[in-house]
């Protein structure tokens, strides 16, 4: 597996240090006097509790001191107390007798024969060695040395692997990205054994110095959007990264628009997925939501299920969630221009019935439209704030017993009532919460078109729509593709889902080199025709 590291961390300059001005861009070097170097991390941790210091010696005739030093509340103590503390202590046992005469010499052999970890890096550089500590790394200080030894022993507290809570599915993995950067990493190596699976990190954050790791197939991404991938990481400035929608804000490609262009998932199998046709996958410590960059609209409406089930009953079920998508944005607009602008298109029927429940509404039907469309808005927000256990019960019963008393109070029609429902139903149809969320912003545009200008308006609205979907791009891709600009082949998985052993090729817009998945024949079926 190839491994490339790039960071960017902020110097933690020792509060004491004095350089001279015109130096002052240069970095801070350890320095070979032991009390110093733990004097100033004291002063930079500020005294604080879990901040440990376990002096000892090496050496009998002339004993050299040492310190191992650590934050008890980042590194896992069991590894520090048996493979850093007990080899070293072991190994100066065994060596007391040994001809050492230097600091340096002592530290060579410490390096070299005294500590059993496999992971351990040499600082020079006062950065490297605070980005370490505050990261669950244990130092290895030597008097006379102004080199460290810095041995990798994360832990803490994390949460264990668990079924994904936003994305989840009948039939298919169960796991979901945790919080932990490099189990999530391990979570796509599981899946991907593969020496094309290139992982390179980066820290951002001038303070958090948070870790962010960028992994794709080298073989398959095109080196354009990695490279502009790598270059938006690079161009982040900010004090904090708490999570990956902070990434997200940084590096999309259109700030102002409700549609997201940066895809976000929790699924390791999604990812991977991705990753195998040409994606970059962006992983943020402390976030169990992965970004997948470049997107197009038809992917928020794929979901894990539709590769885990039969291609018909998936193609079935994505008709039904683009159906549930026109009816999230134009279900209240359509009955708003109806029932103000077109009464002719309404079923006799149906428009006496609608005419006899209006007698008794005092307002309008976009204010009573957005009566209810508030009402829905608040009940979800309230259902999402409030405890598990009550928050689905009250979620229901809240929007049953309100609906129903707006009804007899001749609040709101029975219609609108109905209406508004479906709607809110329908968004939760929709796999992707943000393409959902972005249905709900056009929603209201489009009930106000509605009520200035009835059909025309909405139309009107529709094709502005289209436009703005259309100027979109993700990482250079158009986000509208293979609609526009239309690609027969690359419709193989949007609308529709085709057996799996007729996508051979992987989508021309993601991935350009080594794009065909299988070869011409495979698992006994015949050639495709125009491939």
């Not at 990482?475 to 007729?502: C, E």
């Amino acid at each position: 597996m190839e491994v490339v590291q790039e960071s960017e961390v902020a110097y933690l300059n020792p509060p004491s240090s004095k350089a001279d001005p015109s130096r002052k861009n240069e970095p801070i070097m350890i320095s070979p006097h032991l009390e110093e170097n733990l004097e100033q991390i004291r002063k930079l941790t500020a005294g604080s509790p879990d901040f440990i210091i376990r002096r000892f010696t090496v050496g009998m005739d002339d004993p050299c001191p040492a310190a191992l030093v650590y934050l008890s509340s980042m590194v896992n103590l069991d590894t520090v107390n048996q493979l850093v503390l007990g080899s070293v202590m072991g190994w100066s046992e065994r060596v007391r007798d040994a001809d050492m005469d230097s600091a340096e010499q002592v530290f060579q052999q410490l390096q070299e024969h005294a500590l059993t970890m496999g992971n351990i890096q040499i600082h020079r550089k006062w950065s490297q060695m605070m980005a370490g500590l505050l990261s669950g790394d244990t130092l290895i200080f030597l008097q006379g040395c102004n080199r460290i030894i810095s041995c990798n022993t994360p832990g803490g507290p994390e949460r264990s692997i668990s079924e994904p809570t936003t994305q989840s599915n009948i039939r298919g993995p169960k796991e979901g990205f945790v919080e932990s950067l490099f189990t999530n990493v391990a979570l796509l190596r599981r899946r991907i054994k593969n020496s094309d699976l290139t992982l390179e990190m980066f820290e951002v954050g001038n303070y958090t110095g948070t870790n962010v790791a960028m992994m794709y197939m080298k073989n398959i991404a095109e080196e354009e959007v990695v490279n502009e991938v790598r270059s938006r990481i690079h161009g982040i400035r900010t004090d904090a990264i708490l999570d990956s929608g902070m990434v997200e804000d940084f590096i999309q490609d259109k700030t102002f628009t409700p549609f997201p262009t940066v895809y976000n998932s929790e699924r390791p199998d999604t990812a991977a997925g991705n990753l195998m046709e040409g994606r970059i996958i962006l992983l943020v410590d402390g976030s169990p939501f992965v970004l997948i960059m470049p997107i197009v609209f038809a992917q928020f409406f794929q979901s894990a299920s539709d590769y885990a089930e039969r291609y018909d009953s998936a193609t079935l079920l994505r008709i039904l969630r683009y159906i549930c998508f026109i009816i999230l944005m134009l279900g209240p607009s359509l009955y708003i221009a109806f029932t103000t602008y077109h009464y002719e298109m309404i079923p006799t029927p149906l428009l006496i019935s609608i005419l006899a429940q209006r007698e008794t509404v005092p307002f309008p039907a976009i204010v009573e439209a957005f009566i209810l469309e508030f009402t829905m808005e608040v009940l979800r927000e309230a259902g999402v704030r409030m405890p598990r256990v009550v928050g689905q019960t009250v979620s229901v019963v809240g929007a049953l017993v309100l609906g129903q008393a707006a009804v007899e109070a001749g609040v709101v029609t029975a219609l609108l009532t109905i209406v508004v429902a479906i709607t809110g139903i329908a968004s939760f149809a929709i796999p992707s919460y943000n393409m959902a969320t972005a249905g709900r912003l056009c929603r209201f545009v489009f009930m106000v078109l509605a009520a200035l200008f009835g059909l025309y308006g909405v139309t009107l609205g529709l094709i502005v729509l289209a436009a703005h979907l259309c100027s979109l791009q993700s990482f250079g891709v158009p986000y509208m593709a293979p609609f526009s600009p239309f690609r027969l082949k690359s419709n193989k998985d949007t609308v529709l889902r085709l057996p799996a052993w007729m996508m051979r090729t992987r989508p021309a817009m993601f991935s350009n080199k080594n794009n065909r998945r299988m070869p011409e024949e495979s698992g006994g079926k015949s050639p495709i025709k125009g491939e």
